[in-house]
């Protein structure tokens, strides 16, 4: 059970590999304002463990995640 | 979507999980590019642009052969050699039989080496070479043509992609000597 997180953008990475969802997010991350949310969708099987590195190296906030039907889902807050 | 969190100026999440204490320093990532096959300047790309995404400070030194990485001339005819290569995948999906490597040296295994990486790329969804050289460019990335390889391999930088500079070993490693990362490839 997910909480719903509402996002404020929404970037489908359904397909796409190592490096493309990690350069898409950090534009999209650059869309938002601070303190809204992105919202992440991939089927990278890298993604998760990349997607922590990310919010790691980045600063900024990974709110929630979850896995639906092979897909992994990433909610993050821009922290900056 | 400010959380109350934020709004009472704390870092704290409405989770409760940490939020980003501080801006991370700006990490430093020297990568040198010493081959020029397709698929030795890839990986080069593909870390680089991952580096960049992560707001790295990544400088790529592009040596002897790995010039052809910067040079006008020769970048959009990189190929894979099919030669010398004891790791050549199968080359029909599924089907278990691998070429000899003998069989690398006949005219035109180059070309098919090249298509199949190539082909595999594209069915990955991963962009060709131009797009992911201008990803890396776009994010930040330095290209740098190594001064010596330009006077051994008689390349002028009129040749040289715009936006890379030439730079000496002695400036590279300077650059490498405060990395939190360096990668030889």
């Not at chain 1, 896995?67 to 900056?80: I, N």
């Not at chain 2, 691998?98 to 190539?118: E, S």
């Not at chain 2, 070993?169 to 990395?179: N, Q, V, Y």
Request: net charge negative; aromatic share 8%.
């Amino acid at each position: 059970m997910t909480v719903e997180i509402e996002a404020n953008k929404v970037l489908d990475c359904t397909g796409l590999l190592c490096p493309i969802p990690v350069v898409k997010a950090s534009q999209a991350i650059k869309e938002i304002e601070v303190g809204q949310i992105l919202h992440m969708i991939a089927t990278d099987p890298g993604a998760p463990p990349d997607m922590d590195a990310w919010v790691r190296q980045t600063g900024h906030e990974m709110v929630d995640k979850t896995e639906e039907d092979g897909k992994y889902l990433f909610w993050f807050k821009r922290t900056r | 979507m400010t959380s109350a969190a934020q709004d009472a100026g704390t870092n704290v999440s409405p989770l409760g999980t940490p939020g980003a204490e501080a801006i991370p320093e700006q990490k430093k990532f020297a990568l040198v590019a010493s081959k020029g096959g397709l698929d030795e300047l890839y990986p080069i790309l593909i870390m680089g642009s991952t580096a960049g995404a992560l707001g790295w400070d990544v400088r790529v030194f592009c040596t002897f052969y790995g010039l052809d990485l910067v040079n006008e001339k020769r970048r959009k005819k990189m190929k894979v050699s099919a030669v010398g290569n004891a790791a050549s995948p199968p080359p029909i999906d599924g089907v278990e039989f691998r070429v000899p490597t003998i069989l690398g040296i006949l005219p035109g295994m180059n070309w098919v080496a090249t298509w199949m990486m190539k082909n595999w790329m594209k069915k990955s969804n991963i962009p060709d070479f131009e797009t992911l050289y201008q990803i890396c460019v776009d994010s930040g990335v330095k290209f740098y043509a190594c001064a010596t390889t330009l006077g051994v391999m008689n390349v002028k930088m009129d040749d040289i992609v715009e936006g890379a500079e030439c730079l000496g070993a002695t400036a590279f490693l300077d650059f490498a000597s405060e990395a939190d990362v360096s990668l030889f490839v």
